[in-house]
């Protein structure tokens, strides 16, 4: 089976900016979750989407925003871009049923 | 509330050396228990989790940990460390068996000395 792959890999944007970020989940999985993970704060924990809702929610102000399409793939916005978002992306990819997650490589967002 | 504290952001261990990496966690329910180790510019690999089955898991290359109720602990060991091993170690905690909402450690930073 493929992996968890995210798309881009890395990114480079402006204060201000929005950006949209994409985790394509291993095949069958019905669950994605996506952390934010800085230096200072390390894992966070954001949001989890399960067949097309969001079940859980982190504590992140309302730029970051996600949604999950119905064949389980699923993207990640953040409005209004500050310095403080530079961060790596990992989206989780899980079946839904357990809660055993396997990680995707990031994506990698520097804010300037 | 649930939490993960990992005591030691940097260890260093001699090549050949038994690796020991400590996490404690904070949960109101039964927790379930995971390890994760991240190499540079990688996201993060399972190496092994807890879900009640049994105290003492094993899990990929050469790692296992063990569930201590009484201590609030639940440690990853190697007996033997290898170069290979010099990466990220985050220690992770998940309130139910669907819940995918994991409340990380701040990592561990294994450095391997040859």
């Known amino acids: 089976k493929a992996g968890v792959t995210q798309t881009p890999r890395y990114l480079i944007k402006t204060r201000g900016q929005q950006v949209t970020l994409s985790c394509s989940p291993i095949s069958g999985h019905r669950s994605v979750s996506w952390y934010q993970q800085t230096p200072g704060q390390g894992l966070q924990f954001l949001f989890e989407y399960f067949s097309e809702t969001q079940r859980n929610k982190g504590n992140f102000p309302g730029r970051f925003s996600g949604r999950q399409f119905s064949n389980s793939r699923s993207e990640m916005n953040v409005s209004t871009l500050e310095l403080g978002d530079s961060a790596l992306y990992l989206c989780?990819?899980?079946?839904?049923?357990?809660?055993?997650?396997?990680f995707g490589p990031g994506t990698r967002l520097t804010v300037t | 509330a649930q939490s993960v504290t990992q005591l030691g952001s940097h260890v260093s261990v001699s090549e050949g050396a038994l690796v020991l990496l400590r996490c404690n966690y904070s949960s109101s329910v039964p927790p379930y228990l995971f390890w994760y180790v991240q190499y540079p510019n990688q996201g993060l690999q399972l190496l092994l989790k807890y879900t009640s089955a049994a105290t003492l898991v094993k899990g990929i290359n050469g790692f296992e940990a063990e569930f201590k109720k009484s201590e609030t602990s639940f440690h990853l060991t190697k007996p033997s460390a290898h170069m290979s091993d010099a990466a990220e170690y985050f220690c992770a905690v998940s309130e139910g068996r669907t819940g995918n909402q994991f409340y990380f450690g701040t990592g561990t930073s294994l450095t391997v000395i040859p």
């Open positions: 989780a990819s899980s079946s839904g049923t357990t809660n055993e997650q396997y």
